[in-house]
């Protein structure tokens, strides 16, 4: 499940993969292309 996050994350995006892995992205322009630039990988915890 993907989804958009607010506060002090806001503009990034959040993506869960498994129980309780969350990767913390935004979605970036780089070299003329749509990208993705990763933020954060870990359980909710380490990442919120």
Do not use: N, P
């Amino acid at each position: 499940m993907t989804h958009k996050l607010k506060g002090d994350l806001q503009g990034s995006w959040a993506c869960r993969v498994g129980y309780d892995l969350r990767i913390i992205f935004k979605f970036v322009e780089y070299e003329q292309a749509q990208a993705i630039l990763l933020e954060s990988i870990g359980t909710h915890d380490e990442v919120y």
